[in-house]
Nanobody
Framework: QVQLVESGGGLVQTGGSLRLSCAASGSIFSINAMGWYRQAPGRQRELVAVITSGGSTNYADSVKGRFTISRDNAENTVYLQMNSLKPEDTAVYYC??????????????WGQGTQVTVSS
């Protein structure tokens, strides 16, 4: 199937920046969309940002103007540049990818998650 490997989380002070990366591998035929979700303790997983193969993006209102999602289609990699971080951005961030593998089978894969902690 398709595996996602994330990197780039860590501890940062309020106002700081982090860049998350997520690389997809496997028998990928096409990836329609890649995105980032997050889950804080005691809360449901929520969408942070998503980008389609054509470059269209969508962001949660809470991160607009601070986070930027980008994608390298040739490398099947998605990035999340996070600036002006706030304590409320603290969460486990998960990468997601949807598309086709082995030419015709749909996949909807998740990464293992990477912790982002913003100290006040």
């Amino acid at each position: 199937q398709v595996q996602l490997v994330e990197s780039g989380g860590g501890l940062v002070q309020t106002g700081g920046s982090l860049r998350l990366s997520c690389a997809a591998s496997g028998s990928i035929f096409s990836i329609n969309a890649m995105g980032w979700y997050r889950q804080a303790p005691g809360r449901q997983r929520e969408l942070v940002a998503v980008i389609t193969s054509g470059g269209s993006t969508n962001y949660a209102d809470s991160v607009k103007g601070r986070f930027t999602i980008s994608r390298d289609n040739a490398e099947n990699t998605v990035y999340l540049q996070m600036n002006s971080l706030k304590p409320e951005d603290t969460a486990v961030y998960y990468c997601n990818a949807r598309g086709l593998f082995n030419y015709k089978f749909e996949f909807n894969s998740w990464g293992q998650g990477t912790q982002v902690t913003v100290s006040s």
